[in-house]
Each structure stands twice: as C-alpha cells, then as structure tokens.
Antibody, heavy 119, light 107 residues
C-alpha cells in the first residue's frame, strides 16, 4: 500500500527553526517527484516546491525561494521541509504529495502537518 | 511563473444539478492540468489529470476538458458527497500552480 506519512503537529515560537518530514512507503521513493503545499487557515493551496529524491533536484516557487529549504534522504525514503527562522505567518497546514505513476500531478498526499507559530 | 484563475469562487447548487468550474492559465500549459477535491480537514484528492483523464476510482460523473489556456471541470449530476472545494493545478515545466479554489455549496 502506498503511503506518505508526515510528522506530527508542531508549536513553535517566532525565530525558531523547524524541520518537518514526509516518509514514503509502498513504492520506489527515488523515482517520483514529491511536492510541498501550504494551506493557511481558511485559505487555498499554495505550491512551495518539488524535489526528485533520486538526485535531489529541487525546484522552488518564486514565492518561497529563500524562505524554506526542501531536501530528501533517499536512504530512509523521507522528504523534508525546513525553516531557519519561523514567523507567525508560517502558521499553516503543510502537505507533501507524490507524483506517483504519473507526470507531475499530485496523486498521493500525506495527511498534513499543522505548524503553529506563536509567541 | 504561470498564474491560474479559477471561477467562480463559490457556487451554490442542488443535488442533481450539472456543475461547471472553469480554470484559465496565464500562458499555454498544453494539457498539464489536474483537478482536486478537498473536504474540510482532509488532504486534497486527485480527480482528473492531463486535463481529461479520470483518476482510478473517481466516479464517472466527473469529467474534465480543455487544452492550452482554458479548462473546465464538470460534474454531470451533483451528489451529496460532492459538496467540497475544488482546485485546478497546472504542472508544466516542473512547476506547480493552484487556482484559488471553488467552493461548491448546497443551495
């Protein structure tokens, strides 16, 4: 069974760093792009970036370039999204999604990680 | 970067209605267009990919059409389970962009 399992909810203070994860199983993790998507409370979906775990080729949305870092560890089939200094405006649900068995459409999604940034 | 404009933002409809949602790309994306359904508190679900290909397991009342810059999602006969928010997404040239979403509400 294909699964993307994300790390649990986080509560952080402004200025803190954070790394959340997305572990794939049930398929060849290195062979399909994984994307990260932000959804702020009550708002729509925003694409942050995608990574090809096979060679760590990474593409960022211009809106998120320099604000976050996307990485992957293919040895443990896990993709990451990290911040070096969180802001209150980073409070959101974050989803990973895999373009499994397709071109780049997001066929499988993680359950989401809620990040709350508050002083 | 490519912008996606979805309309309407909200749509009120009744069970059994035919519903159409439109998505327009700021430049040609060929057929690299997907549609997703999202319910409150849940991750999005892929409905249509490559503009008109129905994802496995998705009811046949959902259909997609279009190419280039104009695309539509049609629900032929709205069912109670279909009240949700729908997003288009382009995936051309290793970039994703989502439309702003269409909330389908009960009339």
């Amino acid at each position: 069974e294909v699964q993307l399992v994300q790390s649990g909810a986080e509560v952080k203070k402004p200025g803190e760093s954070l790394k959340i994860s997305c572990k794939g199983s049930g398929y060849s993790f290195t062979s399909y792009w994984i994307g990260w998507v932000r959804q702020m409370p009550g708002k729509g979906l925003e694409w942050m970036g995608i990574i090809y775990p096979g060679d760590s080729d990474t593409r960022y949305s211009p809106s998120f370039q320099g604000q976050v870092t996307i990485s992957a560890d293919k040895s443990i089939s896990t993709a990451y999204l990290q911040w070096s200094s969180l802001k209150a405006s980073d409070t959101a649900m974050y989803y990973c999604a895999s373009a499994l068995y397709g071109d780049l459409e997001a066929r499988y999604w993680g359950q989401g990680t809620l990040v709350t940034v508050s002083s | 970067d490519i912008q996606m404009t979805q309309s309407p933002s909200t749509l009120s409809a009744s069970v059994g209605d035919r519903v159409t949602i439109t998505c327009r790309a700021s430049q040609s994306i060929s057929s690299w267009l997907a549609w997703y359904q999202q319910k409150p508190g849940k991750a999005p679900k892929l409905l249509i990919y490559k503009a008109s290909s129905l994802e496995s397991g998705v009811p046949s009342r959902f259909s997609g059409s279009g190419s280039g810059t104009e695309f539509t999602l049609t629900i032929s006969s709205l069912q109670p389970d279909d009240f949700a928010t729908y997003y288009c997404q382009q995936y051309n040239s290793y970039q994703w962009t989502f439309g702003q979403g269409t909330k389908v509400e009960i009339k």
